[in-house]
């Protein structure tokens, strides 16, 4: 029963998730990509891609094939589609990647990249939709954590929507007026809806569950998170549906951008709100490096959303934006990831190992397959790199970005080679390691879902 509650292949999402973090963060290191760059240069466009796609996406699907049964208790509708559609978003991606490196004159041109990425990644996310709708569509009506994550999805649709008109159109398809307006203007639509509501607000529906859980917090279902749930899909509503309106009728995109903020904003102070109460109600006195460093990763979001309202009411977005864009990635996003994986790769190691002699014979407790004092001074490293490094892109000071960037780079092997030891049992002393009826877990799936 235990064992049934895991999904066969979020490890390899988690895995693959990872090593597109290290790639992105190397690329900045030598120097590929913004700042090095222009905003818009091919050369970004692989740096944000890998980021976007190959890190926090990958991370997200991953995290949701293992908690939206949680979240619903319900089983996963397939344990068999996560694997063909992680390698169909990994050779999309690696197909768009290439394509990219077209542009900026790395590789020879070749338009049939882009039509093939565009399809790939189509279906692998489709299949992502197909899998967890489906799941979700079983437990219906949903709770309020479940429709954060149901309204994720819709975002990841739309964000995928526009990305594959976007490559289209690099692969010389799709020209219709609307469609050509559409990619003059609508790259903030793709980048909001993904960012913003794909990767963030999905993130504040999961975070409301996985902070209950691992802080043991009476769960927060009252006015203000439902709050927090129709004022973040209102805002959505406003980019993605009003954005594209506002488009097709010529009207003026920043004032849609403007009421979307408008509400947006007061969407995360009702979120802010919820977490501080999270924290004081919480059973648990000692708060875990988990959570702790999720707080952290939650003072970033909160200093990115004050420092955006700032930069606009002064008219400087243009000239920060790339800053601002950094921290909601790295130190957020980023960081509220890193701080996850964590935990949730020591939850599930150990219920896949010690699930199934749990009562039968001694085994060690969750927090024993980690070794926090060790972590802890590599998230904070990362965490304070982060800081560092969008200062230097505020005050375009290139080459020690790049030094930040290192040190960043350095604090994210540290913790992957946690999650390592983690999931070898590395950590787990000798006497209960291994006990009668378990077996050493696989680095990138686990054995008991079936």
Request: with cysteine; glycine share 10%.
């Amino acid at each position: 029963m235990i064992g049934a509650t895991l999904s066969r292949w979020t490890l390899s999402y988690f895995a693959s998730a990872v090593a597109f973090l290290l790639a992105a963060e190397a690329l900045m290191v030598l120097g590929f990509g913004y700042p090095g760059s222009a905003l818009r240069s091919p050369e970004t466009l692989v740096l944000v891609h890998c980021v976007a796609i190959g890190w926090l996406s990958l991370l997200m699907c991953g995290a949701l094939f293992q908690f939206v049964p949680v979240l619903v208790a319900k089983p996963i509708h397939s344990n068999t589609l996560p694997l063909p559609a992680l390698l169909l978003i990994l050779t999309g991606l690696g197909a768009l990647i290439a394509g990219f490196l077209q542009l900026a004159g790395y590789l020879p041109p070749n338009a049939s990249v882009f039509m093939a990425a565009s399809v790939l990644l189509g279906a692998g996310f489709l299949l992502v939709l197909w899998n967890l709708g489906r799941t979700l569509a079983a437990a219906w009506p949903l709770n309020l954590p479940a429709r954060f994550v149901t309204i994720g999805l819709a975002s990841v649709a739309a964000t995928v929507t526009f990305g594959v008109l976007f490559t289209l159109g690099f692969a010389g398809e799709a020209q219709g007026p609307f469609l050509l307006e559409l990619r003059a203007r609508g790259l903030p639509l793709h980048f909001i809806a993904g960012l913003g509501g794909w990767l963030t607000f999905t993130a504040i529906g999961v975070s409301h569950r996985l902070l209950a859980m691992f802080m043991l917090s009476p769960e927060l279902e009252g006015a203000s998170t439902r709050w927090t749930f129709y004022l973040g899909t209102l805002a959505l509503a406003i980019v993605v549906i009003g954005g594209v309106v506002a488009i097709a009728v010529g009207g003026r995109l920043d004032v849609v951008l403007l009421g979307a903020g408008l509400v947006g904003l007061a969407c995360l102070a009702l979120y802010a709100r919820d977490v501080v109460q999270l924290y004081r109600k919480r059973v648990r006195p000692v708060i875990e490096l988990n959570s702790r460093m999720a707080g952290v990763a939650l003072g970033q979001l909160a200093a990115a959303a004050l420092l955006t309202s700032a930069a606009a009411a002064l008219g400087v977005v243009d000239r920060f934006g790339g800053a601002l864009v950094f921290l909601v990635a790295f130190g957020w996003l980023s960081g509220l990831g890193l701080a996850k994986l964590y935990k949730i790769i020591a939850f599930v190691t150990w219920l896949e190992c010690y699930g199934p002699v749990l009562g039968k014979t001694p085994t060690p407790r969750v927090q024993d397959l980690v070794v926090e004092p060790r972590a802890r001074r590599w998230f904070w490293l990362y965490f304070a790199a982060v800081d560092a490094a969008t200062l230097c892109l505020a005050l375009e000071a290139t080459l020690i970005f790049r030094v930040a960037a290192a040190a960043m780079l350095l604090a994210t092997a540290a913790i992957a080679l946690e999650f390592i030891r983690t999931r070898r049992l590395s950590n787990v002393k000798a006497a209960l390691r291994l006990p009668t009826g378990t077996r050493l877990p696989r680095l990138l799936f686990t054995f008991v879902a079936s």
